[in-house]
C-alpha cells in the first residue's frame, strides 16, 4: 500500500532530509472504507522517488 501525501517543502528541502523527512504516520485502521478493522500497520522501507515538474 502507498500513502500518497504532500511535502509541502521544495523538492530539495525534501531530498536534502532523506530518511529523516516528517513523513505520514502509518494507518492504524485498514483504509478499506468497508473494513475499517483496527490493524497496527508497519512501514517497510524507503525508496527514492522521481520528481514531476510542470514544464519539464
Ligand atoms: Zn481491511
Redo the contacts with the bound molecule.
Sequence with gaps: MQIMFEAHCTVEEYVKQGKNFPFPKAPGR?T?PK?R?AVKMKKHGFYERYHIKAGF
Excluded: A, L, R, Y
Aim: include cysteine.
Design positions: 485498514c478499506n473494513c478493522m
